[in-house]
């Protein structure tokens, strides 16, 4: 293990005795240390049972929004991909902010794009869900 990464785990360690959420960056990983896994890869997909639509989960993984989106989207079990900008490499990024400006022009995030016909921007479960009917 090395040195650094060795650190951050002594660190996180120590850190989880207090009652708060730390997390810890390892190469494309955020790692949740009260032992769950938070976020993610930059990109990737969940596979639910309701797969009537294409749907694109546009946010930062930091973003509270994003995560609630992203949670109401698996509760109902919906198939969906997602990419987290902030993760990304900078040669993917601009590609992801191309389609991004597509349908939102102010680049805020979350922005879901369904069957690359309509958008959702920002979270807004019950707008979201008639989208999904």
Sequence with gaps: MSE???????????????????????????????????????????????????VLLLGLSTCIWCRRTREMLEAENVSF??????????QEKETYLELLRTWNPRESYP????????????HKPEELKKALV
């Design 81 to 90: 991909r997602y990419v987290y900008f902030d993760l990304l490499q900078e």
């Design 111 to 122: 922005t879901v794009i369904i069957d690359d016909q309509s958008c959702v921007i920002g």
């Design 4 to 54: 650094t990464l060795s650190s951050r785990l002594l660190l996180a360690q120590v850190a989880c005795t207090v009652p708060t959420l730390v997390a810890c960056c390892i190469p494309q990983r955020l790692v949740c240390l009260e032992g769950r896994e938070a976020i993610v890869d930059a990109k990737g997909s969940v596979h639910g049972t309701d797969q009537r639509h294409d």
